[in-house]
């Protein structure tokens, strides 16, 4: 196994280790609550990837799929006369299926769409789910909001049970993220994102490929949304369906680094504890949201790639300098180099020709 690899499973494990013995370290409520909320970032940005960031297509209209986890949680636990507990987290996979689903004629629709065409369709989609939420009362009992079973657990250790939770959503997430990412369907996706046209030219099936990755994601955001309802322990349509979301998710896969499986992930990290940190700091007038744009503002304008590629490019930068300035391979002009480069390190690397193979 090459070192680079080796090093970088080292480090997942022990950001594993790490994470697991977080809430038994730490068990201040409010340490764990923002946590979890951080650990549902880490999976709805990196779900969101998964489908922007290796595809080209922004979408912002994830939280359509948020606010229909949630609310599938809600009627199916009231309707069978659930009690809180453990296993109400027993529907959180079929409330990620249930947003796949909503996905299937959201996708089909949108994604005969392209560039800032999509953008919009999928904004246009939000609001209209965010509409129906408000009046369609028989499913979602419009703003009077819905009361999902009370979880039976001590308030010292309320949030590690959803610390937990979290958690597994977000392991999920990576994991098929990066699944994704270094299989041939991922290979198409990034072909699309470099050139649809060609990629199709090539034998793609660019409209089945796109479809696949939008609902994939949706799953994940929707277990993401289910988590955060039971947590809340009440839904209502301005919570379910929030625009902040989607921006707040974009901007974490650009600030780690889009098209990356790492980068969403450190842009989570970073990012949620900071705007948890503004809201209790700063809660008048709405100053969090503006910081937070401006710093979304920020990003795109010195950060284009992210903090994980453009850190890459640096090292790289600084090896060849140093290359230069007379190392040892530097007196062997005519030694051939090889470079070995992993998908991680090269997201905008060219794959029309793997491909087409």
Known sequence: MPSGRKAQWVVTGAALVVALAFP????????????????????????????????????????????????????????????????????????GLFAGLVAVPVGWISLRTRRHTFVVITIAFFFIFQLLAYNLTGLTN?????????????????????????????IIAVALSWAVRRSRFGLELFAIRDDEDRARGLGVRTGQVKLSAFVLSAVVTGMCGAVYAYYLGSIYPPFAFEAIFDVTIALMGFFGGLGTVSGPVIGALILEPLQQYL?????????????????????????????????????????????????????????????????????????LGEVGK
């Open 279 to 351: 809201n209790l700091q700063v809660t008048s007038g709405g100053v969090a949201l503006i910081l937070f744009g401006v710093l979304f503002l920020l990003v795109i304008r010195y950060l284009p790639q992210g903090i994980i590629p453009s850190s890459a490019e640096i090292l790289r930068n600084v090896r060849a300098r140093r290359a230069e300035q007379g190392g040892p391979r530097a007196s062997q002009p005519d030694q051939p180099t090889v470079h070995v480069t992993g998908p991680e390190e090269t997201p905008e690397s060219t794959t």
């Open 142 to 170: 419009g703003s009077a909001g819905m009361q999902l079973p009370i979880p039976p657990w001590l308030a010292a250790t309320y949030n590690t049970y959803f610390y937990f939770a979290a958690l597994g959503v977000a």
């Open 24 to 95: 038994l370290i730490f068990s201040n409520p409010a340490t764990t609550s923002v946590a979890m909320f951080t650990l549902l970032f880490v999976a709805a940005s990196s779900a969101w990837n998964m489908f922007s960031g290796y595809s080209g297509y922004t979408a912002l209209g994830q939280a359509v799929f948020f606010g229909s986890g949630a609310y599938f949680l809600a009627n199916v636990a009231n309707l069978w006369h659930m009690q809180g507990g453990v296993g109400v987290f027993a529907l959180v996979p079929l409330a």
